[in-house]
């Protein structure tokens, strides 16, 4: 069959990495793709976002298959463009529809399927611009810190941890007055949840569920989680605090509550949940919901699936998730991400890479960049994410670590210390 993948980051080339593994895809196509999804597939120059061109080549190209990697075009609705058209309709798309997909897209919705749900989260209220003196006085009693995160999509910038009532009150002022512009229009205020986090990955035909490997994501710019926050910084999978008592409960508290309260709010889900958790003296919360997979975690997840990763897909298309196998390995990924100087604020472009040839028993998993005249450049903030497995934490994190030093161009960053919590 033909496939066609959306998106352009690390986590798009893990998943063609392994799509092309698949003896049921024939061919593979990916949009726009990056310089290194070309070796596992045809890039196509249509943006995400762009439903009509994405339909015109869906048709002209006898797609049957089509896998949505990030979550703009899932909450802008391109699983119900598809279903509400006559010539594609029969066409699966691997990605909630655009109610299912509120998960991410609003604070407020899944805060509030999380309550009706009774589903363990931090206690929180949201506030308008209209109710703003009473998100002040709810304040003013709160404990600090606090957690203020704008509702709508904020390109991961829209959550902020407030250490005083008085910076959290200014700050609700300038959320609500738009300092993230729409998005902000509503707050949801937060109680402050102190633990480790983790990152779990369901994949749903909207009956039943099979949970993917875990991961933990560094998402700190400097060493010793330190600086500014990042799209993420590297992974590691599995996590070894995520042990079998603690997974049972998040699959009994959380995982079953969440895909039985889709079925029950009549959401028809098909695609990737991932659930960001804390891990609190033991118990697991929900920090957020997301629609789709997690990058870098995906870099980490990707590589430790030994079935199929197509088969998955399809028992998803098909609604025959049951019937498929989902082996993991027990190895562990590490990936480490090469960004580029200034990331996560304004970085620099254009550098050209080289050494990509000289890894060693790592795969690299291009992010930010672009092909210009025969050479592959710098594009983005985030550059490269360095995979490698192995038998232990240390053996995998070393591994990656070094390969990420035999990568360079002008203004190569990465954090050494992937994983180094955990050891
Ligand atoms: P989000 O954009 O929802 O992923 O939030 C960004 C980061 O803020 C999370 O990864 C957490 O590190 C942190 N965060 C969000 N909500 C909370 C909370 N209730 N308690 C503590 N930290 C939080
Ligand atoms: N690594 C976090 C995310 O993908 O949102």
Redesign the pocket.
């Known amino acids: 069959m033909k496939i066609l993948l959306l998106g352009s980051g690390g986590?798009e080339s893990a998943f063609a990495w392994k799509i092309s593994q698949s003896p049921l895809c024939t061919e593979l196509f990916i949009a726009p793709g990056n310089a290194g999804t070309d070796a596992y597939g045809t890039n196509v120059n249509i943006q995400v976002t762009d439903f009509h061109g994405i339909k015109t080549f869906v048709l002209e190209n006898s797609i049957s298959l089509v896998v949505v990697g990030p979550e703009e075009p899932l909450v802008k609705g391109i699983h119900d463009y598809f279903l509400s058209d006559e010539h594609l309709k029969d066409i699966p798309v691997i990605g909630p529809n655009q109610e299912g997909a509120q998960l991410e897209g609003s604070k407020n919705f899944s805060k509030a399927f999380m309550r009706r749900h009774y589903i363990p989260t931090a206690a929180s209220a949201s506030f308008t611009k209209h109710s703003l003196n009473d998100g002040l006085a709810y304040l003013e009693t709160h404990k600090v810190p606090v957690v203020l995160k704008a509702d709508g999509l904020a390109a991961?910038k829209g959550v902020l941890i407030c250490q005083t009532v008085e910076e959290a009150q200014a700050e609700l002022i300038e959320m609500l007055d738009g300092k993230f512009g729409e998005a902000s229009s509503t707050v949801v205020i937060e109680e402050f949840l102190e633990g480790i986090e983790l990152?779990v990955f369901v994949l749903t035909d909207g009956h039943s569920y099979k949970i993917l490997p875990e991961a933990k994501?560094y998402?700190r710019v400097g060493e010793g989680d330190t600086g500014l926050n990042t799209?993420?910084m590297g992974?590691i999978s599995p996590v070894p605090f995520a042990d079998s008592v603690f997974m049972q409960k998040v699959e009994n508290d959380i995982i079953k509550p969440t895909i039985g309260g889709l079925k029950i709010d009549k959401i028809h889900y098909k695609g990737f949940i991932?659930i960001?958790l804390m891990n609190v003296k033991g118990e697991p919360f929900v920090i957020e919901y997301?629609v789709?997979?997690?990058?870098?975690?995906t870099e980490s997840v990707i590589p430790r699936i030994e079935s199929d990763f197509v088969d998955l897909l399809l028992g998803v298309a098909n609604e025959n998730l049951h019937e498929k196998e989902l082996v993991i390995s027990n190895k562990t990924a590490a990936t480490v991400m090469l960004v580029s100087s200034g990331y996560p604020g304004q970085y620099m472009k254009d550098k050209v890479i080289t050494g990509l040839e000289n890894l060693r028993g790592s795969h690299v998993f291009h992010a930010g960049t672009t092909l210009h005249e025969g050479q592959v450049r710098t594009a983005g903030g985030r550059v490269l994410a360095v995979t490698a497995l192995g038998d232990t934490m240390f053996d995998a994190v070393q591994q990656a670590v070094a390969d990420a030093g035999r990568v360079y161009y002008d203004g190569r960053y990465f954090r050494a210390d992937i994983g180094f919590d955990l050891l």
Do not use: I, L, Y
Request: charge should be neutral; hydrophobic fraction near 10%; glycine fraction near 30%.
């Open positions: 986590r991961g990152s994501d998402k799209g993420g992974s991932f960001g997301n789709r997979m997690g990058d870098p975690e």
